[in-house]
Antibody
Framework: QVQLQESGPGLVKPSETLSLTCTVSGGDVSTDYWSWIRQPPGKGLEWIGNMYFRGRTNYNPSLKSRVTLSVDTSKNVFSLRLNSVTAADTAVYYC??????????????WGQGTLVTVSS | SSELTQDPGVSVALGQTVRISCQGDNLRSNYASWYQHKPGQAPLLVIYGKNNRPSGIPDRFSGSTSGNTASLTITGAQAEDEADYYCNSRDISGYHYVFGTGTKVIVL
């Protein structure tokens, strides 16, 4: 059974870079697509982007200029970097596996989520 | 448009049936998946594809699609079903995903 766990700083200063890692256990990061999703306080879910271990990535157009996703197969983790953060990037960040194909897709399982606050 | 629109909230009496809708042009070419989200917890997949339930999801949850509208139905709602529900699908480009605006379900 695949389990995911996010880790990283809970507090980031404005204009700096948010960096999170998702550790995959019970599965292989090199066999699937993996996504990051976030939820700002009081708002809905927002897809950030996904990646495949061979370097194929897709980013939310609204975040594309600031986001980088990467994978480290030796550690079985995948990572998110979001630069030039503002208070609007304060959110609970989730990592999840991206399943399915061209007609149907679903996110499962999910990490427990980690709150990142952007504040000086 | 690649937006997915949901009603903000709905209430249902205990044991009754509630249907949550999700509208978007992208649903004409991609199935929606549905997520139950409770405060302090990770979202939980409840329906994906045409009408598939992951292991462990009660059969009172079902999904359907007609035209540009996907629906999640809870038949015989229980107190533990009170949560926010989000739909999700690929956008028109096919390369990105978009979540619905979310529906808060209150069980009376």
């Amino acid at each position: 059974q695949v389990q995911l766990q996010e880790s990283g700083p809970g507090l980031v200063k404005p204009s700096e870079t948010l960096s999170l890692t998702c550790t995959v256990s019970g599965g292989d990061v090199s066999t699937d697509y993996w996504s990051w999703i976030r939820q700002p306080p009081g708002k809905g879910l927002e897809w950030i982007g996904n990646m495949y271990f061979r370097g194929r990535t897709n980013y939310n157009p609204s975040l594309k200029s600031r986001v980088t996703l990467s994978v480290d197969t030796s550690k079985n983790v995948f990572s998110l970097r979001l630069n030039s953060v503002t208070a609007a990037d304060t959110a609970v960040y989730y990592c999840t596996r991206d399943n399915g194909g061209s007609l149907q897709n679903w996110f499962d399982p999910w990490g427990q989520g980690t709150l990142v606050t952007v504040s000086s | 448009s690649s937006e997915l629109t949901q009603d903000p909230g709905v209430s249902v009496a205990l044991g009754q049936t509630v249907r949550i809708s999700c509208q978007g042009d992208n649903l004409r070419s991609n199935y929606a998946s549905w997520y139950q989200h409770k405060p302090g917890q990770a979202p939980l997949l409840v329906i994906y594809g045409k009408n598939n339930r992951p292991s462990g999801i009660p059969d009172r949850f079902s999904g359907s699609t007609s035209g540009n509208t996907a629906s999640l139905t809870i038949t015989g709602a229980q107190a533990e079903d009170e949560a926010d529900y989000y739909c999700n699908s690929r956008d028109i480009s096919g390369y990105h995903y978009v979540f619905g605006t979310g529906t808060k379900v209150i069980v009376l």
